[in-house]
Each structure stands twice: as structure tokens, then as C-alpha cells.
């Protein structure tokens, strides 16, 4: 009973210090990284309501690839009309093109004249997605919403 006790108790402080042996998948399994880039072309408007739409495309370090389509919305106290042309994203903390699809918090401040810019960071969960583009439009304002990669 006590050498099965020991044995017990060596086990449970090998794991809490992080030395117990796990099986090769598993470890292979929680250290995969996968890193996708998305590019895109979005539009819309906003009178304290936000909408935009557009369209793109997410590559994949590890091959996998697809079509997405982009919709944004929200509220706040914004005015304007914009185009964003061959905008270009990088997203992280992913296991695979899956984890991409969904909804990401956004909040944003604009001020923007005829030719403008965007940079932001959304996040959903533990995934990030970092946006940067150039457009023409006019957009003023300070809003709160989401960003939407789904399938077309």
C-alpha cells in the first residue's frame, strides 16, 4: 500500500511539474500552429448604424485555402461611405482554416477623406485577426460591432 502510494504521489508531481511523459500526437497536437492571411475587398455605409460587405479569400500555412464573405455591422455615432480595395488581414491562434469562420469583436474610431486607411486588431476568443487597408470614401465616427467571415 505505501509503494503504491509513492508511486501514486510521483505520478501526480510529475504531471503538475510538467515532466510526465504524454504520447507523441498529443504533444504534436497542442504545440500545431497555424497561421492564415486574408484578402479582401469590402464596401459599405454607416448613419449610426454600420454596414459593409465584401468579399476574399484565406490562405494558410499549412495549404488549406478558401472563398470567404465579409459582413460588417454595428452602431455608434458614425457617418460616411467607404471602399476598401485589396485589404489584407493576418490571422493567428488557429488549429486550422475552421477556426477562422465566426464572428470577431470590433471597435473602431475613423476619420477618413476621400483617400484613407484602417488598421485595427479584432479578436474572437483566443484567435486574432489584424486588419490593414486602403480605401477611398468619407467615414467620421466612433462605433462598436462585429466583423464576419463566413462561407459565400
Known amino acids: 500500500m505505501i509503494k503504491r502510494s509513492m508511486a501514486m504521489a510521483a505520478l501526480v508531481l510529475a504531471v503538475a511539474s510538467g515532466t510526465a511523459m504524454l504520447p507523441v500526437t498529443h504533444v504534436q497536437a497542442a504545440e500545431a500552429k497555424v497561421d492564415c492571411d486574408l484578402k479582401f475587398n469590402l464596401s459599405g455605409w454607416s448613419i449610426l448604424y454600420k454596414h459593409a460587405e465584401g468579399s476574399g479569400t484565406i490562405t ?26 485589396n485589404g489584407k488581414g493576418e490571422i ?42 486602403e480605401g477611398e470614401g468619407v467615414n467620421l465616427g466612433i462605433s462598436v460591432g462585429k466583423f464576419t467571415i463566413s462561407k459565400p
Open 60 to 85: 494558410c500555412n499549412n495549404g488549406q485555402t478558401s472563398p470567404v464573405k465579409i459582413t460588417v455591422v454595428g452602431g455608434g455615432l458614425t457617418a460616411g461611405k467607404y471602399r476598401i480595395d
Open 92 to 133: 493567428t491562434h488557429v488549429r486550422s482554416i475552421q477556426d477562422v469562420f465566426g464572428d470577431y469583436v470590433q471597435a473602431s474610431a475613423e476619420a477618413g477623406v476621400i483617400k484613407s486607411g484602417t488598421a485595427q486588431v479584432l479578436t474572437k476568443g483566443t484567435t486574432s485577426l489584424a486588419l490593414a487597408g
